[in-house]
Each structure stands twice: as C-alpha cells, then as structure tokens.
C-alpha cells in the first residue's frame, strides 16, 4: 500500500499536465481509494472560462472510471504553487465528500515553501449534503 509521499508526487506528476493558459494557476490532485489504488487529474481550463474543471473533480472522475463507490476515497493530495496553501474550492469538496468518508485525509502540497497542510473531510465540508438525504422517508 503506497503512502502519503507517493500520493504527493502523483499529484505533482498530474500538475504537469494541467491545462491551465488562461488563469496560469496550475493544479494537481491524486486521489488513493481503500485498495491502495490512486486516480489523478489536473485542472484543464477552457476559452468559455466557466467551463474549467478542476483537478479534484477530475481526478475524482478518473476514480469512478476505475470503479470508485461512495466512501472509497482515503486520502487526497493537491498540488499547487501560492503564497497560500490551495485549499479544495467549495465545489470540489461537495463531489469530494460524495466518494470520502469523514475521516478522509486532504493534504495540500505548496511548491512555494515545500511545506504539506492536512485537513480531514469532515473539517473542510461539515454537515455535507451527502447520498443519505436523498433517501426516501
Ligand atoms: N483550481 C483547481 O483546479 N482546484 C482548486 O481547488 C482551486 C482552483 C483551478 C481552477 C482554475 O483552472 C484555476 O485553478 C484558477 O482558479
């Protein structure tokens, strides 16, 4: 089973692909399911520049296309390059949480000052809405 270090450097390794000439800001993000297995993605931006994808969601789409269920991710890595930390946008941690449990470990790579920021799920998107709401009464 591949640890954090290894899941940084996938989310390094996704950044370098990102597409990203319009903004400049360019993004990483692997994510590791409960078999050890890890999905990448990186941001690919558009000319219609509300289009743009970001790395989380698309690294969370090449999860489900290996086969993600609900409560498979354990741990994220972003990789990003700011004088802060690139925290997950507020839209990315919704279709995070629908694949993570509470408990899943976000790790937030800084190319500026090499330094890792950890968070849980359930401290970057408390009382998510979640499948469970849907549930019919
Ligand atoms: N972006 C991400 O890929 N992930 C985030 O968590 C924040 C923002 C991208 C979207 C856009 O291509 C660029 O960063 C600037 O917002």
Redesign the pocket.
């Known amino acids: 089973m591949s640890g954090p270090d290894e899941l940084i450097a996938a989310a390094k390794k996704a950044r370098n692909n990102?597409y990203?000439p319009?903004?400049k800001?360019?993004?990483g993000?692997a994510v590791q399911l409960h078999d050890g297995r890890i999905a990448s993605g990186?941001?690919?931006?558009n000319s219609s520049y509300g289009l743009?994808?970001?790395?989380?969601?698309?690294a969370i789409a090449a999860a489900v296309l290996m086969g993600a269920k609900p409560g498979d991710v354990t741990r994220v890595a972003?990789a990003?390059d700011s004088p802060v930390s690139?925290?997950?946008?507020g839209a990315?941690r919704q279709v995070l949480s629908e694949f993570s449990s509470e408990q899943t470990q976000i790790l937030i790579y800084n190319y500026r000052d090499d330094s890792v920021v950890s968070f849980t799920m359930g401290e970057l998107l408390p009382e998510a809405f979640s499948p469970k709401n849907l549930t019919a009464s």
Do not use: D, K, L, M
């Open positions: 990102a990203a319009y903004s800001f360019e993004v993000c990186t941001n690919v931006e743009t994808v970001c790395s989380e969601r698309h972003i990003g690139v925290p997950p946008c990315c």
